[in-house]
């Protein structure tokens, strides 16, 4: 086994035994490859150990990705700001936005999307760590959101999104999983259907498990460290 096999044999186990603590089945929780910066043939590597979904930040990095990886299986998720001017170049390389945070943005997507007779699956961005450097809809307005959204009807809404505070604290970063979870209940009860929650990276993918992940989005502990900060790739507002 190379390393990159090796980190996602260690991840799968990470998954299972927070499964088993949760008293949750491991088959609910999908391995999302956080692929921002990681070479094409790392990314085969990893998908050739059966892992299906990647995710992206960058729109730039999208098109020789697609390239190198479009005879392999795997679905790819934009994980990453979406700036309005990039949303023509994402449509054509994903198969899910999950960075959905304004209704500005939702409302351009829609409009691409009916230029190009197609749709696209979403998540909604929620900031459930109240960072204002942070990206995403107010958890207090994320029923109103959800609702206006639905009417763009280009856009499947399949779930939220979120990125946990980074704190020592264990307790801090698992309030921010239960504040998604929790909106999540209320979302279904007003029919929204936001089956997945998308929570969880590679220090705090635990936390998430116990507290309803469905999707963990795993980068560091498959591919090793990234060049720059996170700030970077996330275009922290200032
Ligand atoms: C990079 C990234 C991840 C993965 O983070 P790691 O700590 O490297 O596992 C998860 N989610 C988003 C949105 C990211 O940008």
């Avoid at 929650?197 to 980068?219: K, P």
Wanted: aromatic share 6%; glycine share 4%; with cysteine.
């Amino acid at each position: 086994m190379n390393q990159i096999e090796e980190n996602i044999a260690k991840i799968k186990s990470r998954i299972k035994k927070a499964s088993n603590d949760a008293v949750r089945n491991p088959n609910e929780i999908k391995l999302l490859l956080a692929t921002k910066t990681v070479e094409p043939q790392n990314i085969l590597c990893a998908l050739s150990t059966g892992v299906i979904l990647i995710g992206e930040n960058k729109a730039q990095e999208l098109k020789n990705k697609f390239e190198k990886l479009q005879n392999t299986p795997h679905q790819t998720h934009f994980i990453g700001h979406l700036q309005t001017n990039k949303i023509q170049e994402v449509i054509k390389y994903v198969d899910c936005i999950q960075s959905v945070d304004s209704f500005k943005l939702a409302a351009k997507i829609q409009s691409r999307l009916e230029l190009e007779n197609k749709t696209i699956d979403i998540f909604i961005q929620i900031n459930t760590s109240f960072e204002e450097s942070k990206f995403g809809i107010s958890p207090s307005l994320a029923i109103k959101f959800a609702q206006s959204i639905r009417r763009l009807d280009r856009l499947n809404i399949k779930g939220l999104m979120t990125i946990g505070t980074f704190s020592a604290e264990k307790e801090k970063t698992r309030k921010c999983f239960q504040l998604l979870k929790q909106l999540q209940l209320q979302l279904l009860d007003k029919n929204i259907p936001v089956e997945e929650l998308s929570m969880g990276m590679s220090n705090d993918l635990e936390i998430a498990i116990e507290e309803g992940a469905t999707i963990i989005r795993v980068g560091t502990a498959i591919f090793g460290k990234r060049p720059y900060p996170d700030s970077f790739y996330w275009n922290e507002k200032k």
